[in-house]
């Protein structure tokens, strides 16, 4: 009997697991930190993705990469206004505005980037938005290569950061559907129409013998 009673109870443990884990996984913040997880800086991800879709009805990797590169853009256009503030110093030495401008471009060309992956995003190719996207941080190299000394060293951190985290929640979307397309690829057709089998009398005229 007491063996009977601690098998039903290790069972009704391990069935109450089971189902508190269940629903754990399927909360908004644990799907926004599995897909965080893998990415450059998850902690970042994770705050950036989660107040955007905590309360939305439906949560997808797509939704998410979505807000990351909206962000990315935001980060953009502030760090675009702040490079615009400090050429307008005039105690500026000459290398530091010529270092300065180039960053200004190479920002402007960002935004170009940005709107490209967003429209690649929307038509859900991943792969061609992370061709698009990758751009962005070959932009923020050829600015901070201007600098022994940035003054936007910050703001290029952390661009680099979350501009990484873009480019992961990418390529790990590209890896998903390749793989579902794999998948599909390698299982049978669900329905198979008969092969056509010519009837004996289908050339004959009349009754057929």
Known sequence: MAFTFINTLCLFVSFSGLLFHTHAIRTPQARVWALCKPTTNPVLCFKTILPHVITAKKFNAYTALEVEILITRELVVNTTSLITSLLANPSNSKNLNDSLEICSDQYDNMLDS???TMSQVQLR????ARFKFS?????????????????????????YDI???????????????????????????????PPSVPSPCQNEVGPCS
């Open 114 to 116: 940005i709107k490209d």
């Open 125 to 128: 190719n991943a792969g061609e």
């Open 135 to 159: 751009s962005v941080l070959s932009y923020l190299s050829a600015c901070t290569d201007e600098f022994d000394n940035s003054p936007i060293v910050k703001e290029c951190a952390e661009l």
């Open 163 to 193: 501009g990484g985290n873009c480019l992961d929640i990418m390529k790990a979307i590209e890896d998903r559907e390749s793989r579902l397309r794999r998948r599909g690829a390698g299982s049978p057709p669900s329905v198979l129409s």
